[in-house]
């Protein structure tokens, strides 16, 4: 009877010990299951990028890029995306020489680099930007011809009074040669002319506060820049509106473009489909002064060549 019972007892263990291991197993693949489906969730929403890039150039695109970066990383905290100035052609030859992940620019690859450069680079537009001649508020004016802007920027005019403004000297505040903001006004704002030499600045923020605080002073921004600290000029009548953008109307602006060495691949990629996404292109690029490209009714080649859409 006793050994029964011994036998009894070591059968009701056996049974409890496989009762708890096939629910602990239960447990483990319950986590496992729970730890994929997270993991999958995760993926889904863009969460699993990580490493880290960098995108250097165009100080008219670098607004937007910086925000959309901050936002990108908030919601994909093991990645890094650092973004720079310097200018479009700095981005162009940062991105061709592989010292950069990604190269910002006002203009296409073929107005900065060689033919063998810029055809490594694949071109990336993410969006319009219109650009404009400002002016200190105390020269009181509002509108130029462009006749005017020539030769207000090529030296010629040196008065404002000659243009129907305040009796004061005009003060040039150019930007660099490797400046794409520059290289887009010259060729659609001054049709080509060269500017006569002036202060010459870097960042288009520092731009704004010299001509925000210098009396006579005239520069160009892109609009993405204007906060009301400064005036912003009509060309022929026409104001550097989205509407008048996007029919062509007003001619001063540009793509913006995000240049890789050859297709994007890893966080670069998944940094510019983001660029590209509806969280970026229907709230981000409006909200800080750019142009969605599809809102454009026309195109324009690196040729300067318009055609309609």
């Known amino acids: 009877m006793v050994r029964r019972f011994k036998v009894l007892g070591l059968l009701i263990g056996v049974v409890l010990l496989m009762a708890v291991a096939a629910g602990c197993g239960g447990n483990t693949a319950d986590q496992q299951g729970e730890q994929s489906q997270g993991q999958e969730q995760q993926e889904q929403q863009g969460g699993g990028s990580t490493g880290s890039i960098t995108a250097v150039g165009s100080s008219a695109l670098q607004p937007l890029v910086e925000e959309a970066a901050k936002q990108f990383m908030a919601s994909n905290p093991e990645a890094q995306v650092v973004v720079q100035g310097g200018g479009s052609g700095t981005g ?23 033919p063998e450069e810029a055809s490594q680079l694949v071109d990336h537009k993410v969006c319009v930007v219109g650009m404009a001649a400002v002016v200190n508020p105390d020269v009181k004016v509002d ?27 005009v003060q040039l505040v150019n930007r ?64 550097p509106s989205e509407e008048n953008i996007a029919t062509g109307e007003y001619p001063v602006w540009a793509y913006e473009h995000m240049y890789t060495k050859g297709e994007a691949t890893g966080l670069a990629k998944d940094f510019l489909d ?36």
């Open 143 to 169: 509108n130029l011809t462009q006749q005017q802007l020539i030769d207000i920027f090529t030296g010629k005019i040196t008065n404002w009074k000659d243009v129907g403004g305040a009796d004061v000297k």
């Open 274 to 309: 983001y660029m590209l996404s509806d969280e970026v292109q229907k709230s981000l690029v409006v909200d800080l002064g750019y142009i969605p490209s599809t809102d454009m009714k026309i195109d324009r080649d690196a040729s300067g060549n318009i055609t309609n859409k």
């Open 176 to 239: 660099p040669s490797s400046s794409g903001t520059r290289a887009t006004f010259k060729a659609y704002a001054l049709n080509g002319a060269e500017e006569a030499q002036g202060i010459e600045q870097d960042s288009s923020g520092t731009v704004r506060k010299i001509i925000s605080e210098t009396p006579g002073a005239i520069g160009y921004l892109a609009l993405s820049y204007l906060d009301g600290s400064v005036t912003t000029l009509k060309l022929d009548g026409v104001e």
């Open 92 to 114: 162009l030859s940062q991105v061709a020489s592989g010292a950069s992940d990604i190269g910002n620019s006002d203009v296409f690859a073929e107005e900065k680099l060689t």
